[in-house]
Every structure is written in structure tokens, then in C-alpha cells.
């Protein structure tokens, strides 16, 4: 959601309503149904690659990284895009970022592309970011993981899960992460 309007992606296309007056617009087709928005675009993850789109829908989408093993969502900050790569295998899921802008091939190269925030994870889903720290839901593992945006440190085991545990969404504020769990006969809103 931006100050004009509020988008969602329908797994084959990414759609907004205005605030305003209520007028829907298809923006653009997407296999996705998970996007992080700022003041100018829309990001999201689609098959091996990540995507983004000025949030007017006036251009075509833009590949910000390729070749990717299966990610799936995103977050954004002030110059970072973040994802999550779910990965194939038991413990190849990946977390990463790289600028948000679109580079010449150049200066992409200059500049090192992807960065490897975390490595050898366990089906890596839910992301958000804060100030300082990225978060995200191992879903195969259960746990719920942080690491240092600027690569200082490791990642830290916020909350051991357990396999069989789903993720429903994971947010942050200035104070805590926020997260819903279902399990084999409950559901529950958790935080840290």
C-alpha cells in the first residue's frame, strides 16, 4: 500500500485499487502472491527470478536478479530488496539482497550483484526487515531466524519451531517480530 493506492497479487497478476475513487487496474501479469512495495515500486518473486515494476503499471517489469533457486518473498528497505530463496532440497534455501536499482550490465558487475545474507537454510519463507536486521520463517525447520543487514554477525535462532509448525505471515515494528503459528490443532499469534 502506498498514499494513492493498495496492490495485491493474484498469482497470475499484480493488481491495485485506488484509495480514492475505487478503480481497479491490472498493473501487470506475475506468477506471485506475495509483494513488498515502496514509494515507487512493486517487488516480488517469480519463478527463478526477482521483479520489480514502478508502481504506475507504465512500464514493462524489470529483472533485478535471475537465476535464483526458487525464491518466493520479499522486503524492502530505503535501498535494499531482500528474498528468500526456498530452495529445492532439505538445506538449500538462501536468503539475500541487492539494491533496489536497475544497473547497466557494468556496474552490476562492478558492484558484486546478490548478496548471501544466510546460506543452507531450511526452506526459507517469510521475510521482513527493520533498521538493522532482517528476519525470516524457516518453514521446514519451524524457527524463526535474524541476521545483520550489513553482514556483521550470524544468524541467531529467535525461536526453535518444530517441523510439522506452519507460517502464516511474519512482521516487524520498532520492537519486536511478530508471527502466526498453526500446528497440528492450534493457530496463535507469537512475538519476540
Same mark, same amino acid.
Given at each position: ?123 526459507? *519463507?517469510?521475510?521482513? !526487515? &527493520? /533498521?538493522?536486521?532482517? #528476519? %525470516? ?30 507460517? *502464516?505471515?511474519?512482521? !516487524? &515494528? /520498532?520492537?519486536?517480530? #511478530? %508471527? ?13
Amino acid at each position: 500500500m502506498d498514499d494513492k493506492n493498495v496492490y495485491w497479487a493474484t498469482g497470475d497478476a499484480i493488481m491495485c485499487i485506488a484509495k480514492a475513487n475505487g478503480t481497479v487496474r491490472r498493473l501487470a501479469a506475475a506468477n506471485t502472491f506475495h509483494l513488498a512495495v515502496d514509494d515507487s515500486s512493486i517487488y516480488w518473486a517469480e519463478e527463478d527470478k526477482v521483479m520489480s515494476l514502478a508502481t504506475t503499471g507504465e512500464e514493462v517489469p524489470n529483472v533485478l536478479a535471475e537465476d535464483e533457486n526458487a525464491p518466493t518473498y520479499v522486503a524492502v528497505d530505503d535501498n535494499y530488496i531482500y528474498w528468500t530463496n526456498c530452495g529445492c532440497r532439505s538445506a538449500d534455501g538462501e536468503v539475500k539482497k541487492d539494491h533496489k536499482v536497475l544497473f547497466t550490465p557494468g556496474t552490476r558487475a562492478m558492484l558484486g550483484g546478490p548478496k548471501f545474507i544466510a546460506g543452507g537454510e531450511y526452506g526459507p *519463507g517469510f521475510i521482513a !526487515v &527493520d /533498521n538493522t536486521h532482517i #528476519y %525470516w520463517a524457516n518453514c521446514k525447520a519451524g524457527a524463526v531466524m535474524k541476521a545483520p543487514k550489513d553482514f556483521e554477525g550470524s544468524s541467531v535462532e529467535l525461536a526453535p519451531g518444530r517441523s510439522y509448525q506452519t507460517y *502464516g505471515g511474519l512482521t !516487524v &515494528d /520498532n520492537n519486536n517480530v #511478530y %508471527w502466526t503459528v498453526q500446528d497440528q490443532k492450534t493457530g496463535r499469534m507469537v512475538h519476540s
